[in-house]
């Protein structure tokens, strides 16, 4: 009968404990990248379309924390402020929504849609560093290679510096990335109108 007492109280006593914590309000912001509106914009050629894949991020990048990197390289998290979306999806979404304003119109599918219908154009992402600065740059490296049936293999690096925020405003952290990310789908998309 005691047995039975105290095995009753070991169940019991976790479930009344956890009835009696009081909710604390998350107060942590939450970003994604990209345009808020797309331009409208026409085609003012006829373009292929194409798939942005699943991009590739160093281990670091992973998770939902927005990191700074110091110059002894120490990954810091910045506190309240966190990404909506993996990475890995945000990026290939807006890097799909820049160059679809860069080139005046393609219309291009992404990661983590299925490929059903861009088989032929698919473009593959390689980045080796986004990432924000303690010192308030913003920089990413990356390289891209625009694989396409029944043609050769197209492909390029990117690096970029130019892009700064200011220490301790997640805000102008996204922003500078999607600065960022913007020159990136330029690149890539006067790369590809040259050849």
Same mark, same amino acid.
């Given at each position: 009968m005691l047995l039975r007492l105290i095995t009753l109280l070991i169940l019991v006593c976790p479930i009344v404990g956890c009835v009696n914590l009081k909710p604390?309000?998350?107060?942590?912001?939450?970003? *994604?990248?990209?345009? $808020?509106?797309l331009p409208s914009v026409q085609p003012d050629q006829e373009v292929e379309r194409g798939y942005i894949a699943r991009p590739y991020f160093p281990a670091y990048m992973e998770g939902y924390g927005l990191k700074v990197r110091s110059a002894d390289g120490e990954? $810091?998290?910045? @506190?309240?402020?966190?990404?909506? @979306?993996? /990475?890995?999806?945000?990026?290939?979404?807006?890097?799909? +929504?820049? /160059? @679809?304003?860069?080139?005046?119109g393609l219309k291009s599918g992404f990661y983590p849609w299925p490929q059903s219908n861009f088989e032929d154009n698919v473009l593959h992402l390689r980045f +080796?560093?986004? $990432?924000?600065?303690a010192?308030?740059?913003i920089l990413l490296s990356a390289s891209w290679e625009l694989k396409q049936e029944g043609r050769e293999s197209r492909s390029g690096v990117f690096t970029f510096t130019e892009s700064t925020?200011?220490?301790g405003d997640p805000q102008s952290m996204v *922003?500078?990335?999607?600065?960022?990310?913007?020159?990136?789908?330029? @690149? /890539?998309w006067a790369s590809l109108k040259k050849r």
């Open positions: 604390r309000e998350d107060t942590r912001k939450e970003y *994604t990248l990209g345009l $808020i509106n990954l $810091i998290e910045v @506190e309240g402020a966190r990404w909506a @979306e993996p /990475i890995d999806l945000g990026v290939a979404r807006s890097l799909s +929504h820049y /160059i @679809e304003v860069a080139s005046g +080796h560093q986004l $990432i924000a600065t010192e308030g740059r925020w200011n220490q *922003t500078g990335f999607n600065v960022a990310l913007e020159a990136f789908a330029n @690149e /890539i």
